[in-house]
């Protein structure tokens, strides 16, 4: 069983940043997936990016793209969100997810294996 460790919320003025961190307790090997979503209290989470763990290759969600990136460093076992020029409607807890067998970007939470326990970020207008 996979553990997922959140860390890098918090509160950030409007045109900020913030860098969210996931660590995992085993190290990714093969076609190892991680990604980040957002939910807001009683919704359904939604998918922010997601990163193939063996090319590094990226995807977004359409409000995020150009502004937030996500990358992993292999040594720390660590996924990254680095989040730019914050807007308030990026407010909400984000989760970090991964799965195994990952072929393709899976955008629904209901793909992932693990979670994470979620960070709130919180941006002041």
């Known amino acids: 069983q996979v553990q997922l460790v959140e860390s890098g919320g918090g509160l950030v003025q409007a045109g900020g940043s913030l860098r969210l961190s996931c660590t995992t307790s085993?190290?990714?090997?093969?076609?190892?997936?991680m990604a980040w979503f957002r939910q807001f209290s009683g919704k359904e989470r939604q998918f922010v990016a997601h990163?193939?763990?063996?090319?590094?290759?990226?995807a977004y969600t359409g409000p995020v793209r150009g502004r937030f990136s996500i990358s992993r460093d292999v040594l720390k076992d660590t996924a990254y969100l680095q989040m730019n020029n914050l807007k308030a409607e990026d407010t909400d807890v984000y989760y970090c997810?991964?799965?195994?067998?990952?072929?393709?970007?899976?955008?629904?939470?209901?793909?992932?294996?693990?979670w994470g326990h979620g960070t709130q970020v919180t941006v002041s207008s």
């Open positions: 085993e190290r990714p090997s093969g076609t190892f997936a």
């Open positions: 997810a991964a799965y195994h067998r990952a072929q393709s970007v899976q955008l629904m939470q209901r793909d992932y294996e693990y």
């Open positions: 990163i193939m763990w063996n090319t590094g290759a990226a």
